[in-house]
């Protein structure tokens, strides 16, 4: 085995190593954030400040008794957070998160730092997503209770009318790089207009990254789109009868799905690893970090700040307003690229 | 054995297995769930032949869309009749026979004519050849891809009519 | 083809992420199962029936228009790396296969499809009412 395999493969299990971090760092700064929020202390006991509350809860989960109605399906039971977890993991896998480096020299040849840079990555992206509404409809049939399954069926009605819209949006970035590789469109993103203002689509495509933000929400099943747990309707939606560790999967999807989502957003919006002053050290992927995270805590806001909406006004909205928008948006956006270049 | 044929014999293995399970299988629910293993081996073996877009379009469209579809299908259906569906299999001889027939066929036609095993050289940017031909060359089918699609649109609404 | 390793790599991790955690609780966890424990949730009262019954139409509606959409999307993505070699022509066409499903779009909008509130549903009715008695 060659050095350079050695090193990719380190990246890979860095990137998945990272995306757990990600999911208990997510829960304790949404627990933190909403304690701020609504002026109170949150997790304070375990931990200086409550820091290991996450890895007290998974602990505590791990001892509980798994429980499963009579009635539900065995297999399909436990097959659907698996695949709601591993469908989390895959779609992260074509987000590349740094530039190509050599590591200081170590190498000969620059290795990306990222799980994967496939030809046509964003595509992926957008399927390896639309397979996670698998996880989350088999857990509400075969849970063979009713909460469950109207959850379930709510979440992924939900989730592929956002899709379109999502897609829709992506459509006009990728028009404006001309290539699906997402390591393409965020290197098309380098450098700066009139020497100060960084060359980020976002300031090309403000009404898209908009539709994609909201249609990442709704995707993602957070407030004020979550109706597959609304919790005063439906119990807890699709995972009402997980218990123990299985019940826990579910939000470690999710909130990888978010982690994800923030990525994916930065790579084709916000410009990824470029920005000022850390790229000449190599330190690009810091800035990578911050945009994340920022997008991470936006979302958390956003949950803590609006409430939830009616189902009929979820689905109103995305097919009469964010779909055609997005639409609107990608045709204008083909007819100026092309009156510019011509 | 190179890494390209031991993931092809994976990948025909898999697909050969869920097939048959899709059809065998009694409960229509996990008979869609080994079509969709059937249908991601597919794109598995389109990935093999190089085929990148078409690999992820078959993960979208067909393991993602056509699945959902036959899930929603299900459950909007089931307990029609007041009992669950559950599939039957009354004729598997004479199915066998049909499916033995089409594969002896398959199987002499390509023993006739062998299939070039060199790879052909590809353009760089397969994506783009994709959309370029179908803009140009076929913009025709493609345009009336899009009525047969308004037909079934209309022909969904018609058979599922909300209100009545 | 190299970077799909990394792909089937991440899915291999993921899943045996998941499974390695289920089988972990299911070593560590309790067993005491009763009847209460083995029944669906309820509240109140015991639950009356099976959960798998008939749910409202539209959910297969929803799913048939996103898979029109979707495979427009599909067509989409190729067209947009092609976009500056194809030109206005290439715009044209795509605008075109956008009005004829713009056609259906706006058909199942003025068929209710997708109006999921009672509220609306009612007004729709209302509004058809009259026209169907004359």
Partial sequence: MDLRFAVQLGIIGLTFFMLINASAVLVLAERKIMG????????????????????????????KEELRPKAADKWLFNLA??????????????????????????LDDPVSLGVADLNVGVLV?????????????????????????????????????????YATALAAVILLAGSLSVREVV????????????????????????IYVIAGVAETNRAPFDFPEAEQELVAGYNTEYSAVRFALFPQAEYINMATMSAVATDLYLGGWHGPFLEQYGLGWLWFLMKVGLILFTYIWVRWTVPRYR?????????????????????VTAALVLYFNA | MTGEAVAFYALSAMLVVSALAVVLS????????????????????????????????QLLLYAGGVVTIVVFAIVVTERLVGET????????????????????????????????????????????????????????????????????????????RPEE | MDGWLGVLIMLVLGVGFAAVMIGLSVLLGPKNPTPEKLAPYECGMPAVGDARERHSVKFYLVAMIFLLFDIEIAFLYPWAVALRDLGWPGLMQIVTFFMIL??????????????????????????????KAA
């Fill in chain 1, 187 to 210: 290197d098309a993103q380098s450098g700066y207009w009139l020497g100060f203002i960084p060359r980020w689509y976002v300031f090309l495509q403000p009404v898209g990254f908009i």
């Fill in chain 1, 36 to 63: 701020f929020m609504q002026q109170r202390y949150g997790p304070y006991l375990v931990g200086p400040h409550g820091m290991l509350q996450p890895l007290a809860d998974i602990v505590k989960l791990l001892f």
């Fill in chain 1, 311 to 331: 189902y009929d006004q979820l689905m109103n909205f995305g097919w009469k307003w964010l779909f055609p928008a997005a639409v609107i948006n990608l045709i």
């Fill in chain 2, 85 to 160: 569906i559950t599939q039957t299999n009354r004729r598997i001889a004479g199915g066998a026979l049909v499916c033995g027939a089409l594969l002896w066929l398959l199987i002499t036609t390509v023993l006739e004519r062998p299939l070039a095993t060199e790879r052909p050289i590809m353009p760089d940017d397969l994506t783009k050849a994709i959309g370029e031909s179908v803009l140009t060359r076929f913009v025709l089918p493609f345009e009336l891809l899009a009525v047969l699609m308004l037909a079934a649109l209309l022909g969904a609404i018609y058979f599922a």
């Fill in chain 1, 81 to 106: 957070p698996i695949l709601s977890v591993a469908a989390a993991f895959t779609a992260f896998a074509t987000v590349p998160w740094g530039a190509e480096t050599t590591f200081f020299g170590l």
């Fill in chain 3, 102 to 131: 713009s056609v259906g779009y706006l058909y199942v909008w003025r068929k209710g499809a997708l109006d999921w509130a009672p509220a609306a549903r009612a007004r729709n009715a209302l509004r058809r009412g009259p026209r």
């Fill in chain 1, 125 to 165: 992206i957008f399927a390896v997503t639309s397979m996670g509404v698998y996880g989350i409809v088999l857990a509400g049939w075969a849970s063979n209770s009713k909460y469950s399954l109207l959850g379930g069926l709510r979440a992924s009605a939900q989730m592929i009318s956002y899709e379109l819209s």
């Fill in chain 2, 26 to 57: 009694k409960n229509l629910f996990h008979a869609v769930l080994w079509l969709a293993l059937a249908l991601t081996g597919t794109a598995g073996i389109f990935l093999l032949l190089d085929a990148e877009f078409l690999a992820a379009v």
